[in-house]
């Protein structure tokens, strides 16, 4: 027991070295990022903001139905008027920004990554490991290095989220592209792709289910990450959310509570929707078939149109 009480691995004491070091040292790359992300996040959220309530929900009223169905397009609709009947739209609208600029982010950064890993077997063993670590270290841990970076506010709130929710986004990329059959990447090499032409023209087409997989579980898990982030300044929603835990305010955690999981089911099914087979009928001709006009063709009445012109 004593030599347990001598013996101290002071692995604190290292990181809080290092963080100094880097504070000493890296402060032009660390105001370039800052820079960086603040503008992708402040343009983002001064857009939307700029847009009418109204026209933003017609917006995403449209993408519902377009890229889902017309059941959706009515939620889509409902969703809109409740966040603006709880006086939530701005939060909404912030929130929304934080979350796809972080995934924004963390596809830039991630799908390279993603792809290196696939290609290589050596990039892949040093990578996982780092993975594995971002995902099973504590969301509230990532806040200390980002507040002490970046400061308090929306830009470490981005930052800390990308570094959580970026994960997935690398792995289903590198999961995706190594299912790729050998007998399709076969078949390009055999008409003489390139290795870019084979990534761009067979790989990433045939992987797009994967990937999408993890653009959309990087968005859930930066949503996760709203109420965490709202404790260095990131604000939205989960603003709203912890001054209701710290009033003890029941009614008004709920509604900010309610608010995340709006936004979160908007997002969540419109990337869902992307990359999968069947949502690729025309946004006219949906309208059409939905005001009772003529049902979209299936591919054997396709099949005989041709054959018929032939």
Known sequence: MEFVEEVKIPIGAWVE??????????QP???????????????????LLWL?????????IVIGLWRVNWKFAIFVAVSMF???????WEESVSTMALVVSAAFVALVVGFPVGVAMAKNDTVEAVIRPVLDFMQTMPPFVYL????????LGKVPGTIATVIFAMPPAVRLTN????QVSKENVEAGLAFGCTDRQLLTKV?????????????????????SMVVIASMIGAGGLGNVVLTGIQRLNVGLGFEGGLGVVIVAILLDRITQSIGQAGRGEGLIAKVRRLLGGAQPAS???QETKTSRAA
């Open 203 to 223: 790989q990433l087409p045939l992987a797009l289910p994967s990937i999408m997989a993890g653009v959309n579980q990087t968005i859930m898990l930066a949503l």
């Open 175 to 178: 999961l995706g592209i190594r």
């Open 17 to 26: 070295a290092l963080v100094n070091w880097i504070l000493d040292n890296m």
């Open 29 to 47: 790359l660390l105001d370039a990022i800052s820079a960086a992300i603040g503008a992708v996040s402040t343009t983002l959220e001064d857009f």
């Open 299 to 301: 591919d054997d009445d």
């Open 52 to 60: 009418h309530p109204f026209a933003l929900a017609a917006i995403l």
């Open 144 to 151: 200390i290095p980002a507040a002490m970076f970046f400061g």
């Open 82 to 88: 409740l966040l603006m009947g709880m006086n939530l």
